[in-house]
């Protein structure tokens, strides 16, 4: 099978096809000079697939119809026999008029489609009825989707995450603790964080700190709350922390494992965590509602990756794909600007091009009822996480984040 696609500056239209098909040749058509870079690009996506279709690419100016007709006639004339289609999901307009008058010269030896990225349906453009080869649901993975838009993952933090069974009840039960007063939390886990300077190096799980030491941290660091003992004794019930001693001089914890240490020194991980969790939890139909579900990723610009820079790194808390869709997800468990706003959709567009979905998921009521509005300008939904949740409902919200259409 031979597709030959009208390149669009969306690179998600340019694949649909060999997602969809997987044809033995595909070749861009389109009016960039340099449009033989983004074949390359395409074809070592599918070769790292296992897939050997072959990319190539043919530069036209728009507005010489002529040549373009020339052009086409020629391609088709090529590869008739090898079952030619048009995928016409992508492109400009004079390109689809031309491609119309082929379609009628060669009426019924020629197919023609397009696809909705969107939800992965393929419609019918020459109205035959007929449909070359077997169509499957495109599907990417996120680090297909930013290799696509010329990025490159630096690096992720969800292999190092391991979802057992136990974990996941541990992570149910910070949660709880979190969600009942997320303002608390991050003020608590700062103290936890203050007092890992003082850990015992030969386990790594312990910490210690004089209590008078961590009244001037919080002094210094202008936080309104003092250390609440309560809240260590909550994490210790919990089952999260295997020690807990507190008495007017000292405070002394021991971590139950590695993860819940990491969950407990940075203030939003457990929300960051939360999210994946449900999302990859979500199944329809037997599979997988998400068919990738990462979080901790860090994205920059393929022939930027050995700047040292940290300007070059773009941080994504959680990230989705729902079949061709990236959802980019900004965890945020007490208040933020509107700066943040611009950050995610910044990044969004930058490797997820227009069927990017842009999410804040918050559990600050203050934020989501100030910032949505602005958020709205930025096509960015605001999701609210409460105590008052259900477990059911918190999932219906993080199912429905491909869908948001800000």
Not at 240 to 246: A, D, H, I, K
Not at 283 to 299: K, L, R, V
Not at 320 to 329: C, D, I, R, S
Request: aromatic share 8%; net charge neutral; with cysteine.
């Amino acid at each position: 099978m031979t597709c030959i696609e009208l390149f669009d500056r969306n690179f998600t239209d340019n694949v649909c096809s060999c997602l969809a098909f997987s044809p033995q040749k595909v070749i861009l058509l389109g009016k960039e000079k340099n449009i033989s870079k983004y074949a390359k690009r395409f074809e070592e996506i599918f070769r790292k697939r296992g897939c050997k279709t072959e990319f190539s690419s043919v530069t036209l100016e728009r507005t010489d119809m002529k040549k373009i007709l020339e052009t086409l006639t020629s391609i088709v004339e090529e590869n008739i026999s090898d079952n030619c289609t048009f995928d016409l999901t992508g492109g400009d307009d004079q390109y689809l008029v031309a491609v119309g008058i082929i379609l009628e010269r060669y009426k019924g030896r020629v197919q023609a489609h397009c696809i909705n990225a969107r939800n992965g349906e393929m419609i019918d453009c020459d109205c035959d009825g007929a449909v070359i080869g077997n169509y499957k649901q495109p599907k990417m993975t996120f680090e297909e989707n930013v290799k696509l838009y010329g990025g490159v993952i630096n690096e992720t933090s969800s292999s190092a995450w391991k979802f057992t069974e136990e974990f996941l009840n541990d992570l149910e039960e910070m949660w709880k603790i979190c969600i009942s007063d997320p303002k608390k939390w991050n003020i608590q886990t700062a103290y936890l964080n203050a007092m890992s300077v003082n850990e015992n190096s030969y386990s790594g799980l312990s910490a210690s700190a004089r209590r008078k030491t961590l009244k001037a941290f919080g002094t210094n660091a202008r936080i309104e709350e003092e250390f609440d003992v309560e809240f260590i004794k909550n994490l210790h019930n919990a089952g999260v922390l295997s020690e807990c001693f507190c008495d007017s001089d000292t405070v002394r914890i021991q971590y139950k494992n590695e993860q819940i240490k990491r969950c407990l020194l940075k203030a939003g991980q457990v929300l960051e965590l939360k999210v994946l969790a449900v999302a990859k939890s979500i199944e329809e139909n037997g599979e997988n509602f998400y068919n990738d579900a990462q979080t901790g990723i860090y994205i920059t610009w393929e022939n930027q990756t050995e700047t040292k820079s940290d300007d070059v790194f773009n941080e994504i808390d959680v990230v989705l794909m729902k079949g061709m869709v990236p959802v980019f997800v900004s965890c945020k468990n007490g208040k933020f600007s509107s700066n943040e706003l611009y950050k995610l959709s910044t990044v969004a567009e930058k490797f997820g091009g227009k069927y990017a979905k842009k999410i804040v998921v918050t559990t600050c009521k203050e934020c989501a009822s100030n910032m949505r509005s602005r958020a709205t300008e930025h096509k960015i939904g605001i999701v609210l996480l409460t105590k008052e949740m259900s477990e059911e409902k918190i999932k219906r919200k993080i199912k429905s984040l491909w869908s948001n259409n800000g």
